[in-house]
């Protein structure tokens, strides 16, 4: 996939110079707040996840506990709500429509829906037993949000799979609403308590990689795109696309390359990055420039997106006439010109893991000789 410094014509592709297409990240700061949901939203099966920075002790704790396991997220145990003490038997009537007598549907054990505790006293509905038959969720769902209630619970998350997607009025119906929907499932929420809802919102960035690869003969890797505004027909790019769930972004930007163009690199380092609003369905966008090594000279194109791609010379390529016309353009290329002449320092990969949360990540940052590498490491 691929995504322009120009416009492309696809709503997903509709971007503005140096737009992305891109995997969708939600990044929000609680200021203030001690009320979180980061570990909800961090892993949703799709290339959309959420990530909450909490601040602890003057550093940015990143939490990202993904949905099936958020129950062990802060505890050794949390056992679900136990039916058996909760469950209670309750008489219905119905009318049956005819001389408008009623007919009793007998006695029906109601239940709490199987659910989660969360960390932040909230519930999460397992979806797994959710009852077939719409009529008894209606039923079970108004006993379990009681239930919840008086149980001081706040914040309800309830996940329907595509196949039950007949329950979805019916939560509606009872003060539910949308979150977010994945190909396989919408996620409904709930808000207990008096006042603004404290949930966090659905993923609000987009997050896409450009690869800058310039060989020793000066000669940038450029693509031109099938799919493309005509404004922007025949100008020559650097390959560029999103960055897939649990992908990092200097390994989205080598996979783009060497998808579009059949080149293999390796990554240096990031040397800018953009920050837009507004772009692509009125998401924020986060766009990463990487320059890149090539190990590589014969290309292949074999992305249906890509209607060529070749080697530039660098002076040919900076002097394409809408290149010319847009100053970020030249912004990012006098750049990567000074990171190519060891005039400028770009940020680079280091991977750290965090007591806080015990998991493997990628800290960026810029080291400029060895010295400042060691300094870095004794601090």
Excluded at 109 to 132: H, K, T, W
Aim: aromatic content about 10%; charged content about 20%.
């Amino acid at each position: 996939m691929s995504c322009s410094f120009g416009h492309t014509s696809t709503p997903a592709r509709g971007l503005n110079s140096f737009s992305s297409n891109s995997a969708c990240i939600s990044e929000t700061v609680n200021a203030g707040r001690t009320t979180a949901y980061s570990s909800l939203l961090s892993n949703f099966s799709s290339v959309r996840f959420s990530r909450q920075l909490n601040c602890f002790g003057g550093l940015f704790l990143r939490n990202y506990e993904a949905l099936n396991n958020i129950y062990m997220a802060h505890r050794a145990v949390i056992s679900s709500v136990g039916r058996d003490d909760l469950a209670a038997e309750t008489s219905f009537h119905r009318m049956n429509g005819i001389n408008g007598s009623t007919s009793s549907l007998g006695y029906r054990n109601l239940r709490v829906l199987d659910a989660f505790d969360d960390v932040y006293e909230g519930i999460v509905v397992d979806s797994d037993g959710l009852p077939d038959d719409p009529n008894n969720f209606e039923a079970i769902l108004r006993f379990s949000l009681s239930h919840w209630k008086k149980m001081g619970k706040k914040g309800i998350w309830l996940r329907l799979p595509l196949e039950k997607s007949d329950l979805v009025p019916i939560a509606i119906k009872e003060g539910f609403g949308y979150h977010h929907a994945e190909p396989g499932y919408v996620m409904l929420t709930y808000w207990i308590p008096e006042g603004p809802c404290m949930l966090p919102f659905n993923a609000s960035h987009h997050v896409g990689v450009g690869g800058f690869v310039i060989n020793h003969r000066n000669e940038v890797l450029v693509v031109q795109e099938k799919y493309c505004a005509p404004a922007n027909r025949g100008l020559w790019k650097i390959p560029t696309g999103f960055v897939l769930q649990s992908e990092e972004i200097y390994e989205g930007a080598v996979r783009e390359v060497k998808e579009e163009t059949g080149i293999c690199t390796e990554f240096i380092e990031v040397i800018a990055f953009r920050h837009a609003h507004k772009v692509a369905f009125e998401k924020s966008d986060l766009f990463f420039i990487c320059m890149l090594r090539p190990l590589s000279a014969e290309i292949t194109v074999d992305d249906p997106e890509i209607e060529a791609a070749k080697w530039m010379p660098l002076v040919e390529f900076v002097e394409q006439p809408l290149l010319q016309e847009d100053s970020m353009f030249k912004k990012i290329i006098n750049i990567c010109i000074a990171c190519v002449e060891k005039r400028y320092s770009g940020l680079s990969a280091h991977h750290m893991v965090s007591k806080f949360d015990g998991k493997s990540s990628s800290l960026y940052y810029n080291v400029i000789n060895m010295e400042d590498i060691n300094c870095l490491t004794q601090i």
